[in-house]
């Protein structure tokens, strides 16, 4: 089974400045994919950036980054330099293996405020 | 334009009353996928499909029906709304990928309310 960890409910932060999301992850798969969504309160879900598990590098999206360290199991997103349209709710999530399924796992997410 | 559409977009009904959700994708995926978002929960799936005529239970199936008639459409279906079905749903497609590198296209959800 996987499982997905968002442990910030909320978190407020001053525009300009960088934010980090937390997300740790459990999966006993041995590849697997892990993804970042934003919905804002409008409520749709806007895909942002993905890390592969055998990708040898962080992915980066312009202003969003994932620091992924698999051995710690955690995939934070980072956001540099944060605008007002940041605020939102985040959402990690993780899909395994097995072919078929494309399953999304998701966490409970994080809501986001940037204080002007 | 690639994307997933979904109707109504915002549905008020009483308990028992059937109802169709339908939900339709432009870029020929194979696999689509049903979730409900509840608040702290995040989003948990109903049903998927890998094809037409190929469906199966995600981990929150009870009380829902769905079919995959045709590739671009899984409509899912509530033959008896419970109020325990309130929730915001959204429909999900993506081609099948080997490693888990293919997005999921999400729908824009629809705000369901049983009374």
């Known amino acids: 089974a996987q499982k997905i960890t968002q442990t910030q409910p909320g978190m407020f932060v001053q525009e300009k400045e960088a934010v980090t999301l937390d997300c740790t992850y459990d999966?006993?798969?041995?590849?697997?994919?892990l993804f970042w969504y934003k919905q804002p309160s409008s409520g749709e879900m806007i895909f942002l950036i993905y890390?592969?598990?055998?990708?040898?590098q962080n992915a980066t999206e312009g202003r969003y980054s994932l620091n992924f360290q698999k051995a710690r199991k955690s995939a934070n997103l980072v956001i540099s330099a944060s605008q007002l349209g940041d605020s939102a709710m985040y959402f990690c999530a993780m899909r395994g293996t097995n072919f078929g399924n494309e399953k999304l796992t998701f966490g409970t997410g994080t809501r986001l405020t940037i204080i002007p | 334009e690639a994307q997933v559409t979904q109707n109504p977009r915002y549905l008020i009904t009483v308990t028992g009353k059937k109802l169709t959700v339908t939900c339709s994708q432009n870029?020929?995926?194979?696999?689509m996928s049903w979730y409900r978002q509840d608040p702290g929960l995040g989003l948990r799936q109903i049903y998927y499909s890998m094809n037409v005529e190929v469906t199966d239970k995600g981990d929150v199936p009870e009380g829902y029906k769905v079919s995959r008639k045709e590739k671009r459409n899984f409509p899912l279906i509530l033959e008896s709304p419970s109020p325990n079905q309130t929730s915001l749903y959204f429909c999900?497609?993506?081609?099948?990928?080997?490693?888990?590198?293919?997005?999921?296209?999400f729908g824009p959800g629809t705000r369901l309310t049983v009374t």
């Open positions: 999966t006993s798969d041995p590849s697997y994919g």
């Open positions: 870029m020929n995926h194979e696999y």
């Open positions: 999900a497609s993506s081609s099948h990928s080997a490693q888990g590198a293919y997005e999921q296209y």
């Open positions: 890390q592969g598990s055998y990708d040898q």
